[in-house]
């Protein structure tokens, strides 16, 4: 049952005929209000209606719940359901406010369903929304690490690389103080083989110069000895 009629059904049911045993046929403050609005409603009567009827009782009854329930909301009701609906009662269907509110109703239903559609096409599209901000989160905290792990791993190959060249500096300064070393060593060395030898050479003159001078005396004394005789 629609809810812009606000009462269900049976409710209206129960309130229709305690109103109908109480009234009959008589027009009520209801019935002057649904008047203001007859250039807005069918004209359809209700005794016309359930004329055929085999229970015409129940049917006015019926009927007349209908009517009530529908003069009641016809302002609020859209107006594209209205049309809609009262644009089906040609022949062979006749007129008949049940049906006319059964119609509503099953626009309200139709309505309904949409709306449900609709909303769950905006809760699609939002967790749609929702997924793709979150794997564009998710990418991009990704390529955050990547690029940290990439600038760590390029720190470190370049702390590495300053390692290895300053261990090589080192080194390399560490060989060449060596080779510095070994040659000022070995030029100490030559030098003071060549003292040596000079020394000897000396200590060799002097000893030939004292062999000369001895054999000179002795040959003076000779001389000296024999010019004697």
């Not at 049911?13 to 209801?30: C, D, E, N």
């Not at 859209?78 to 809609?84: A, F, I, K, L």
């Not at 699609?124 to 600038?151: F, G, P, S, V, Y």
């Not at 060249?165 to 560490?174: D, H, R, S």
Request: aromatic share 4%.
């Amino acid at each position: 049952m629609f809810s812009l009629f606000g009462v269900a059904r049976r409710g209206f049911l129960f309130l229709a005929a305690l109103t109908v045993l109480a009234a009959g046929s008589a027009q009520g403050p209801r019935n002057a209000n649904a008047q203001e609005n007859a250039d807005k409603l069918p004209e359809w009567r209700i005794k016309n209606i359930c004329r055929d009827d085999s229970a015409i009782g129940h049917c006015k009854l019926y009927e007349e719940v209908a009517r009530q329930r529908i003069i009641s909301s016809w302002t609020v009701i859209p107006p594209e359901w209205r049309e809609s609906c009262l644009l089906k009662f040609t022949p062979p269907l006749e007129p008949s406010w049940r049906i006319l509110a059964d119609c509503i109703d099953d626009q309200q239903r139709r309505a309904e369903v949409l709306r449900a559609q609709q909303a769950d096409q905006v809760s699609k599209a939002e967790a749609a929304r929702l997924k793709e901000t979150q794997d564009k989160a998710r990418k991009a905290a990704i390529a955050a690490a990547a690029a940290l792990a990439a600038q760590q791993a390029a720190d470190e190959e370049a702390a590495r690389l300053a390692a290895e060249a300053a261990a090589q500096q080192v080194e390399t300064e560490a060989e060449a103080a060596a080779r510095k070393a070994a040659e000022e060593a070995r030029l100490k060395a030559e030098a003071e083989e060549a003292a040596r030898k000079a020394a000897e050479e000396a200590r060799l003159k002097a000893e030939a110069e004292e062999a000369a001078r001895k054999t000179a005396e002795e040959a003076r004394l000779k001389a000296e000895a024999e010019e004697a005789e």
